[in-house]
């Protein structure tokens, strides 16, 4: 039983490390899309809003009234007895309006929870990218400090240096100690977002490869005020004027109906009466005005809000869109990773081979690292505006085009 035990849980652990051996970031990306703990958690508070609507459907429970008296009349024992049952009638459409307000809230909320699970992922998919980005950048940062520490370690084994030698020297250990800091930032980085990941991914170890790809041609558009951020915007209107609304419908009193019983025993004698019972708040000393001109007011401000953002929203897609084309373009420009590692390969062949002076072997490590930090930092301007881009207008062929 226990050899049982123990294939199975063999099995299992190897089935979770094959379903954590992502390939490359477009297998990442589909896992991460269909399935992922932000995503399970914006499930359950989407469905949360749905509570909203049905506490706004109840209605009030009747009220039940009993009273008891007793007393004395000339000698005579008197009792009395009163029940009531009063069935509350909300006047002023208050459940038609509390239904409304409560449905406008649960859009909202909707739509909030749903832009925050789409942040969070596409935050999560530009960090896979920029770990494996950080892991090509850190092994060439660790190639350069070992070549350093090479040339470091031949240079302090001679008995004498001439004057280019001694300032080579002071120079590599300045590079070397200055690669180790920025490889120590590199690593720090990698390990953090790393985490990230593996958080999203739900592996305690994910597998990164970096993968050169086409990102998408976009074109121009305006934007849209039915999806997206913009669609927020308004729905915030849409919910202050339903809860103006909902203030105006408390205006009315509610009238509590229903029958009334009563019992009166004098002595000997007993007495039952019926009858029919009307309760209401008059409206003397107010009518919600308080209430109203608040509602009325944030309404105001709201549609001033709203207005102000979707034009800043409108002004943002424009730059964004200008970055997304600028960087495209820089992007698709520059040497690919496989050409500069070509041309790295044949220099450092040269470097082994002494042909080359120490000085051109350390600009041309710096220049090989600083090309690539440069070239991903171009691509993650990309990453980033796309991402923004989505998020403002909500189109979904933008991320269904990424990493495709």
Same mark, same amino acid.
């Given at each position: 039983?226990?050899?049982?035990?123990?294939?199975?849980?063999?099995?299992?652990?190897?089935?979770?490390?094959?379903?954590?051996?992502?390939?490359?970031?477009?297998?990442?990306?589909? =896992?991460?899309?269909?399935?992922?703990?932000?995503?399970?958690?914006?499930?359950?508070?989407?469905?949360?809003?749905?509570?909203?609507?049905?506490?706004?459907?109840?209605?009030?429970?009747?009220?039940?009234?009993?009273?008891?008296?007793?007393?004395?009349?000339?000698?005579?024992?008197?009792? %009395?007895?009163?029940? @009531?049952?009063?069935?509350?009638?909300?006047? $002023?459409?208050? #459940?038609?309006?509390?239904?409304?307000?409560?449905?406008? !809230?649960?859009?909202?909320?909707?739509?909030?929870?749903?832009?925050? $699970?789409?942040?969070?992922?596409?935050?999560?998919?530009? %960090?896979?990218?920029?770990?494996?980005? /950080?892991?090509?950048?850190?092994?060439?940062?660790?190639?350069?400090?070992?070549?350093?520490?090479?040339?470091? =370690?031949?240079?302090?084994? !001679?008995?004498?240096?001439?004057?280019?030698?001694?300032?080579?020297?002071?120079?590599?250990?300045?590079?070397?100690?200055?690669?180790?800091?920025?490889?120590?930032?590199?690593?720090?980085?990698?390990?953090?977002?790393?985490?990230?990941?593996?958080? +999203?991914?739900?592996?305690? @170890?994910?597998?990164?490869?970096?993968?050169?790809?086409?990102?998408?041609?976009?074109?121009?558009?305006?934007?849209?005020?039915?999806? $997206?951020?913009?669609?927020?915007?308004?729905?915030?209107?849409?919910?202050?004027?339903?809860?103006?609304? !909902?203030?105006?419908?408390?205006?009315?009193?509610?009238?509590?109906?229903?029958?009334?019983?009563?019992?009166?025993?004098?002595?000997?004698?007993?007495?039952?009466?019926?009858?029919?019972?009307?309760?209401? %708040?008059?409206?003397?000393?107010?009518?919600?005005? $308080?209430?109203?001109?608040?509602?009325?007011?944030?309404? +105001?401000?709201?549609? =001033?809000?709203?207005?102000?953002?979707?034009?800043? /929203?409108?002004?943002?897609?424009? @730059?964004?869109?200008?970055?997304?084309?600028?960087?495209? @373009?820089?992007?698709?420009?520059?040497?690919?990773?496989?050409?500069?590692?070509?041309?790295?390969?044949?220099?450092?062949?040269?470097?082994? #081979?002494?042909?080359?002076?120490?000085?051109?072997?350390?600009?041309?490590?710096?220049?090989?690292?600083?090309? +690539?930090?440069?070239?991903?930092?171009?691509?993650?301007?990309?990453?980033?505006?796309?991402? *923004?881009?989505?998020?403002?207008?909500?189109? *979904?062929?933008?991320?269904?085009?990424?990493?495709?």
């Amino acid at each position: 039983m226990k050899l049982v035990l123990l294939i199975l849980a063999a099995a299992f652990v190897s089935q979770a490390q094959d379903s954590c051996n992502y390939k490359n970031i477009r297998e990442y990306k589909k =896992k991460l899309l269909s399935s992922n703990p932000v995503l399970e958690q914006v499930k359950l508070q989407k469905e949360l809003t749905n509570s909203f609507i049905e506490r706004a459907k109840q209605r009030p429970n009747p009220a039940v009234e009993f009273e008891y008296t007793k007393g004395d009349d000339f000698g005579l024992d008197v009792q %009395n007895y009163d029940l @009531k049952l009063l069935h509350v009638i909300e006047l $002023g459409d208050k #459940r038609e309006a509390r239904i409304e307000s409560s449905l406008a !809230r649960a859009d909202l909320e909707s739509k909030q929870y749903g832009l925050f $699970g789409a942040r969070k992922a596409l935050e999560n998919l530009v %960090n896979y990218q920029r770990v494996a980005q /950080l892991k090509v950048l850190i092994e060439a940062m660790e190639e350069a400090v070992d070549a350093f520490r090479s040339i470091v =370690k031949k240079l302090a084994s !001679r008995k004498r240096l001439n004057p280019e030698e001694k300032v080579s020297l002071s120079t590599l250990k300045l590079a070397l100690n200055d690669y180790k800091a920025r490889l120590n930032d590199l690593k720090n980085e990698k390990d953090l977002l790393a985490g990230e990941v593996a958080f +999203m991914s739900e592996c305690e @170890k994910p597998n990164f490869r970096y993968i050169s790809t086409n990102y998408p041609k976009i074109g121009a558009f305006e934007l849209s005020e039915a999806q $997206g951020m913009a669609a927020i915007e308004k729905e915030k209107v849409e919910v202050a004027k339903k809860e103006l609304n !909902r203030e105006k419908s408390l205006a009315y009193s509610d009238l509590l109906v229903g029958p009334i019983v009563g019992y009166e025993s004098r002595g000997a004698d007993q007495f039952v009466s019926a009858g029919i019972g009307v309760t209401f %708040n008059a409206p003397f000393l107010n009518t919600n005005e $308080g209430g109203k001109l608040e509602a009325s007011r944030n309404l +105001m401000a709201q549609r =001033k809000v709203a207005r102000n953002n979707i034009s800043l /929203l409108k002004i943002k897609l424009r @730059k964004l869109l200008k970055i997304y084309h600028q960087s495209l @373009k820089t992007y698709q420009e520059m040497p690919s990773l496989s050409q500069i590692t070509t041309f790295h390969t044949e220099a450092e062949s040269l470097f082994r #081979r002494g042909v080359v002076s120490i000085p051109m072997t350390i600009e041309s490590h710096r220049q090989y690292v600083d090309y +690539m930090d440069s070239r991903f930092e171009t691509e993650n301007d990309i990453l980033k505006a796309i991402k *923004e881009i989505y998020l403002i207008t909500g189109k *979904e062929s933008l991320i269904d085009e990424l990493f495709n």
